[in-house]
């Protein structure tokens, strides 16, 4: 278990529509990151947050947005969703910015 | 931008076998290097990293790493599999000063023969 707890596990939803992922990083890490893993892109990068603010972007389409809250816990938001964005979505977090990075189990997202 | 190569997409090794997964990678200064296991149906596990010092690491459940940055390589070495080994294993790459996520290799499927 390394701490970082996401939720929900499993989740589906039909084309065209929107849903939230949700991410709390280890207890006294200020920075998150999230990743996308499916078969035909592997893992990619996202986005990352540091405290709140956003402190890199990866490969993350218009379609997709994320934010940390003074909590730290994160949520990423994926709208007008395509069958294409079937994957699963793991958050990581650490310390400060660019260290070891400790991940939570994924959410399954499968759009039909 | 940084990349890294995983060559070797599965790897078969009978139970006992040493084992070496290789890594090769793209990057313009002084790397970051990781490498992670995921089981089926689980999140990513760190196994080992690399950040400066010793050019040789040891990792969690028997795993070593070497960084040699003449060939641009972090192969993953154990020593004798188990059973338990089988996964996915992930390089990943990423840089210090506090910004951008790390950049991952394919995968390796480790299968274990018993």
């Known amino acids: 278990d390394s701490g970082v707890t996401q939720t929900p596990k499993h989740l589906i939803t039909a084309t065209g529509q929107r849903v939230t992922l949700r991410c709390s990083p280890r207890s006294g890490d200020l920075s998150v990151y999230w990743y996308q893993q499916s078969l035909d892109q592997g893992l990619q990068f996202l986005i990352q947050?540091?405290?709140?603010?956003?402190?890199a972007k990866g490969n993350i389409l218009e379609r997709f947005s994320a934010q940390q809250f003074p909590d730290l816990h994160s949520e990423l938001n994926l709208s007008s969703l395509e069958l294409g964005d079937s994957a699963l979505y793991f958050c990581a977090s650490s310390v400060m910015g660019m260290d070891t990075q400790y991940f939570g189990p994924g959410t399954r997202l499968t759009v039909l | 931008a940084q990349s890294v190569t995983q060559p070797d997409i599965h790897i078969t090794v009978s139970e006992g076998a040493s084992l070496e997964l290789r890594c090769n990678y793209s990057y313009g200064a002084t790397p970051y290097l990781f490498w992670y296991v995921q089981s089926p149906g689980q999140g990513l596990q760190l196994l080992l990293k690399?950040?400066?010092?010793?050019?040789l690491v040891q990792g969690i459940k028997g795993f070593e790493a070497e960084f040699k940055r003449s060939q641009s390589s972090f192969n993953l070495r154990k020593p004798s599999v188990h059973w338990s080994d089988a996964a996915e294993y992930f390089c990943a790459v990423g840089r210090g000063g506090g910004a951008d996520g790390l950049t991952f290799g394919k995968g390796t499927h480790l299968i274990i023969q018993p």
């Open positions: 690399y950040f400066s010092g010793d050019t």
């Open positions: 947050y540091y405290n709140g603010e956003e402190r």
